[in-house]
């Protein structure tokens, strides 16, 4: 492929630091805290991590069918690193980190090759630093193979093109077929090319095109074919997905399929920088993929891109950047940042070619022109750096990377050898692959009992441990006979879930064990209901009080109590926690008198936690009558009505 101009050059020392610091910067913006932002494992990402498991284990596939059907490559690829790091988020992450970095130096092959050295190192920038695909490179899905493949098939193609050599045209074939290995995206690829190919022909490169041509769909009928055979035998895997998702199904586009597309292309069209995927686990809300600094450089790429039309390489990033978009044009959820991956890096090429033309901007002064392109450059940076570090915080990014199954992940693992844990199959069921796929990923299950309440529970040992992780929203009935024995019994809520569909949290599993009962009690009596026999208070963070608190049923059948939790202010009430004594899943008819149950309680508040200016008290009270129980002093005296635990 002819290019833009005649004599790229190289770049001078300065340049080459620039690179490698494009490159460092790429690095270090993909791995860091990669094990932990995102927040959790989605179910996507676990479901990797299982098949890279099978993978080690030699059952190797040229299609995974599990979790709607995935292609080999990036589960292969995990297999490796799970070899290495072992079955952790970070070994699920870390193929899409080393691959978006790599792509850093792709795409500034690529960039060079069609338009000069500076284009190159600006779009190695660029690549770097934004936001969408630093996202894609820290999460565990395939998606991110596809960018790279078309980055690497091109810059080979023109390579090819330009030498007119055979091999670099069958290693371009190689390239692309292995594309097919990486993501479904890339079947929209064949009308790129032909588009490509048409334009070329059109500007009379027919004997150029044909010498390579044979070459290149050699190299990708060598690669492809494997694959090709097995969608032969398999065809519903072929179209499977995407007729589930596709505009043309009548559930999707609910009979007006002309309208349904009008409104899928303006949608497609805003990503470039009014708005992008909406949906939180791909981006950060809404943001579209250039900020607010790249609009105007954006802007005049495309212009020039259009006014160049007839050059090959400004044509090919128009078609790159326009086709691509057709495979979250034609699908549900416009734009889909998942979907819509193959514009990249093509689409980026636009705002690289813009701050080349103010880099070169005659009007200015050659160092300002620098000046300008750097400060837009780490505007950028910042933006991007601000927008992914509140995007990690926010709560409702843990849930939708489910965070809470992580949790009760390492606490499986974290178990005591020797304590009987049981597990409701709820969770994870093998058979039909089913619950949250993190668990068995991350956790060793094999000294795990999984159970279903209504099949009934293996007895435990005389006097031995018990680790009981049940489904709060189940038959729970089974729970006190089980830990009938115990001394005392800890409740612990698990992290709080959300489904997509669901519209509030909620705790995914509670945590029964057995516990010692603590040698130095503060007991505290209740009416003649309970003691309140111990307490701690934690503060988490500035605006998060922890409360841990053990209670002793003391009397016999009593109408059902309410333990209130109220942190209080000078002015009144700031926040409380209320719920039955041993909390929300500890059911007023399982407590035995005498019984010890420790529970914890969250106090969320809207500003710092002052002990100087905040007390916190607890009281029992009747939730029909809203009597409150005394607290009864040690000569039997009634006494106040709640018991102040801090400070």
């Known amino acids: ?61 040229l299609f995974f069918t599990a979790n709607n059907g995935r292609e080999p490559l990036y589960i292969t690829l995990t297999a490796l690193s799970i070899a290495l790091f072992g079955r952790t988020v970070l070994a699920v992450r870390l193929v899409a980190a080393v691959v978006g970095s790599l792509t850093t130096w792709l795409v500034y092959k690529l960039g060079r090759s069609w338009f000069g050295w500076r284009v190159g190192l600006l779009v190695a920038w660029l690549w770097a630093i934004t936001l969408w695909p630093i996202h894609l490179s820290r999460v565990g899905l395939r998606t991110i193979l596809l960018p790279a493949v078309l980055a690497l098939t091109f810059w080979l193609g023109t390579e090819a093109y330009r030498r007119q050599n055979a091999r670099w045209w069958l290693v371009a074939g190689a390239a692309y077929g292995l594309g097919f290995y990486t993501y479904l995206a890339i079947r929209f690829t064949p009308l790129l090319l032909l588009a490509l190919g048409a334009f070329l022909l059109w500007q009379g490169q027919r004997g150029w095109l044909r010498r390579g041509a044979g070459w290149f769909l050699l190299g990708t009928a060598v690669t492809l074919l494997p694959l090709a055979l097995f969608y032969l035998q398999n065809p519903d895997w072929l179209l499977g997905r995407t007729g589930q998702v596709s505009i043309f199904n009548s559930a999707i586009n609910d009979g007006d399929l002309w ?34 600094l790249m609009i105007i450089p954006f802007l005049l790429g495309l212009g020039w891109c259009f006014k160049n039309w007839r050059k090959p390489a400004a044509t090919a990033v128009l078609l790159w950047s326009s086709i691509m978009l057709g495979v979250t044009i034609l699908a549900e959820d416009a734009p889909h940042f998942l979907r819509a991956v193959g514009i990249l890096p093509g689409a980026i090429f636009l705002p690289a070619l813009g701050l080349a033309w103010l880099w070169r901007w005659p009007r200015l002064p050659q160092a300002m022109r620098g000046g300008l392109v750097a400060l837009l450059m780490g505007g950028s940076l910042l933006l991007t750096m601000r927008d992914y570090v509140n995007y990690n915080q926010q709560p409702d990014t843990a ?139 934690t503060l988490l963070d500035e605006q998060t009080v922890q409360v841990d608190l053990i209670w002793q049923k003391t009397g016999n059948e009593l109408p059902n109590q309410i333990t209130f939790l109220h942190l209080l202010s000078s002015e009144g009430l700031v926040t409380q926690a209320d719920a039955p004594p041993g909390g929300a899943y500890w059911f007023p008819h399982w407590w035995r008198k005498g019984q010890w149950v420790q529970e914890r309680r969250l106090l969320i508040l809207t500003e710092p936690y002052n002990p100087a200016l905040h007390t916190i008290q607890v009281g029992l009270y009747d939730p029909v009558t809203l009597d409150r129980l005394l607290v009864v002093g040690a000569d039997g005296d009634l006494q106040k009505d709640s018991w102040q635990l801090a400070p």
């Open 399 to 537: 849930l939708l990377f489910e965070a809470a199954a992580v949790e009760l992940a390492e606490r499986l693992n974290a178990e005591d050898e020797g304590t009987a844990v049981y597990l409701d199959r709820w969770f994870w069921d093998e058979l039909s692959q089913k619950g949250w796929p993190s668990i068995p990923f991350l956790a060793d299950l094999e000294g795990v009992t999984l159970y279903r309440p209504e099949n009934g529970l293996p007895p435990t040992a005389p006097g031995q441990a018990v680790s009981l992780y049940t489904w709060p929203f189940g038959d729970l009935e089974f729970v006190p006979d089980l830990l009938s024995d115990a001394e005392m019994v800890v409740v612990q809520n698990g992290r709080l879930a959300r489904g997509d569909l669901e519209p509030e949290p909620y705790p995914l599993y509670v945590r029964y064990t057995t516990g010692e009962r603590p040698t130095n009690t503060q007991a505290v009596q209740f009416g003649n209901a309970f003691q309140l026999q111990n307490w701690t208070v």
């Open 1 to 61: 492929m002819q290019t833009t101009y005649k004599n790229h050059g190289s770049p001078s020392k300065f340049g080459w630091a620039l690179l490698l610091l494009a490159l460092a910067t790429a690095v270090f913006l993909r791995v860091y805290n990669l094990s932990s932002w995102p927040p959790g494992l989605y179910r996507d990402e676990a479901f990797n991590g299982l098949d890279a498991l099978r993978v080690l284990d030699g059952e190797f596939a």
């Open 259 to 292: 309208g349904t597309l009008w409104r899928q292309i303006w949608q497609s069209l805003g990503l470039f920088f009014w708005q992008g995927d909406t949906i939180l686990r791909h981006n950060p809300a809404g943001r579209p993929l250039f900020d607010w």
